[in-house]
């Protein structure tokens, strides 16, 4: 074989073992279980995890470190039948920020968010709320003695 053809196939090998290594180093592992995107999230490193919950299916992306903390973002990806009626927040999303080594349904403790789905769920959660006081106002009132 010439000198010139075994320089370029070696070449080329190499630039596949490079486009090789920063696909693996750089884009999200694919989590198909809980337990896979916790280590992940411990660790801070990019993964990504499907949430289904008989209410709505949540995309978990762990983007990385900022400020000393774990960065995730939270995706509604299909809202199902339940009391929240969560439909008209679908694709919608959040990031929320951790200190690192946490683990945590991120879409479980709004605290630490900040976005676009925060605030509709925190807007559907006062709605519910206000409903129960207006549904149940007569039993309150009776429990507070008024």
């Not at 073992?17 to 990019?46: H, W």
């Not at 919608?92 to 630490?112: H, I, K, V």
């Not at 769920?121 to 549904?135: A, G, N, P, S, T």
Request: charged share 30%; with cysteine.
């Amino acid at each position: 074989m010439e000198k010139g053809k075994r320089n370029l196939i070696i070449a080329l090998i190499l630039v596949i073992l490079v486009i090789a290594g920063f696909y693996y180093a750089f884009l999200p592992k694919e989590c198909g279980d809980y337990e896979c995107f916790r280590q992940n999230m411990v660790e801070c490193r990019p993964a990504k995890y499907v949430n289904e919950e008989r209410e709505a299916s949540w995309g978990y992306e762990v983007i990385g470190k900022k400020r000393e903390q774990c960065e995730v973002e939270v995706k509604l990806l299909l809202a199902k039948e339940g009391e929240l009626k969560l439909r008209e927040f679908e694709g919608n999303s959040m990031n929320c920020f951790y200190p690192l080594g946490t683990a945590a349904f991120p879409d479980e403790d709004l605290s630490a968010c900040h976005g676009r789905l925060k605030e509709d769920l925190q807007q559907r959660i006062i709605e519910k709320l206000h409903e129960y006081i207006l549904d149940n106002l007569g039993e309150i009132r009776g429990e507070l003695g008024v």
